[in-house]
Nanobody, 117 residues
């Protein structure tokens, strides 16, 4: 089972930026479509960005133009650059491999992002 470790979260003001990292324990990560998910307080976890093994990206409408997902396959790591942050971006951010309409592996601990107004 691949283990996922997210990092880089924190407290920022509206309009600020953060870069999240997700490191996977197995090299298989470089062959999958990876996704960043967000779980806001009291809400279900949602997919906000994904990137294929070849680097094709997709974004939820709510983050399009503000977030950028990238990956370093040599390091089995995926990144999420978040700019122009809004209070509604607050939540715990997780990464995982996409499988069908869900996630392939056990969830990591996530990383908390809090955007103050």
């Amino acid at each position: 089972q691949v283990q996922l470790v997210e990092s880089g979260g924190g407290l920022v003001q509206t309009g600020g930026s953060l870069t999240l990292s997700c490191a996977a324990s197995g090299s298989i990560f470089r062959f999958v479509t990876a996704g960043w998910y967000r779980q806001a307080p009291g809400k279900q976890r949602e997919l906000v960005a994904s990137i294929t093994r070849g680097g094709n990206t997709n974004y939820a409408d709510s983050v399009k133009g503000r977030f950028t997902v990238s990956r370093d396959n040599a390091k089995n790591t995926v990144y999420l650059q978040m700019n122009s942050l809004k209070p509604e971006d607050t939540g715990v951010y997780y990464c995982n491999a996409l499988q069908g309409s869900g996630a392939a592996w056990n969830w990591g601990q996530g990383t908390q992002v809090t955007v103050s107004s």
